[in-house]
């Protein structure tokens, strides 16, 4: 999963990404227009760390999200006139927008409509060049018909992410990236005095009217906790009343936001996490984890984690029938332990 921050200047991006990514980027350090901080973190999850401990593998490997801190947002216009770092922003699944929301006189909701605009500007940008040489060619009619709705709702400042197309329209509209489709997380970056505080009552209630899904966190002070020993930090998170990790908290929204859930592979030489999108059926499963796979498909054994852990063994499984024998379109669940019977 890859995760772009975008935001104006003081906002706490880096601050944030910083903390998410455990790196040390310089705050503020943005050079040229098109430099970008990238990071990953591999997603915690105790049932592979069970898993691990069960199999003893070579190779333990974790889910990641991949984090890509974007220069600061220089005003309405800024995204539309800079065409390779939009041609970069368009390569995210999700975006989350950072707003400060920890200055005196801030306007995070201003800020907000401002990074939304400029989505939306970067976009009408897309379907006015791709207009313009499909009236040269000899185009389709669904093409033109899909292109002139994108066109009318983004006039009317409104996101793509608002409107339902088709499944076919949804594959005709994959390769523009189009960034006011993109799933959004919107991050408030409050003040050390309110470090454990909920969304305000005000900016809860415009996330809603939007469709949007938003979060509160003190970044430059959880960013400095992160920094302390295991034990210290449980305390200190503990002492100011937050309950959850922003990092833990921002990877959960995440998932949501994108409706993702992982299935594992194990064995001997390693134990795996792979993100599917809830609901992917089981061939194109195994492609996640080769081509190959997907294209010779025979079957997939499956037991759910709950189940394997309960009788402690595939075998023992197997015997109580809880390891199932599955067809190319069994959809996938959450925590399936999964092996793929495929040939070539």
Known sequence: MKVGLIGHRGAGK??????????????????????????????????????????KPKKTTYAEIRFTDFPPSQGEESFKSNEALIARMREVDAVALVLRDFASGADPLKEMNHLLTEMILADMAVVENRSARLKKEKAR???????ERCGKALEREESLRNLVFSVEEENLLSGFGFLSRKPVLVLFNQSD????????????AELQRRGLEGLALAAKMELEITQLNQDDREGFFKEIGIVEPAR???IRASYGLLNLISFFTTGEDE??????????????AAGKIHSDIERGFIRAEVVPYEEFIKLGSEAKCREAGKLRLEGKDYRVQDGDIVHFRFAV
């Open 248 to 250: 833990d908290r921002f």
């Open 271 to 284: 134990v795996r996490a792979w993100t599917i999108t809830q609901g992917t059926p089981a061939r194109k």
């Open 193 to 204: 005095d309110r470090a454990g505080q909920s969304l305000v009552a005000s900016h809860q």
């Open 14 to 55: 880096t601050t944030i990404f910083n903390m998410l990514t455990g790196l040390e980027a310089e705050v503020g350090g943005f050079g040229g227009k098109e430099e970008v901080h990238l990071g990953v973190i591999k997603v915690p999850d105790p049932r592979i760390d069970t898993l691990s401990r069960l199999f």
């Open 141 to 147: 009619p669904l093409d033109e018909a899909v292109l």
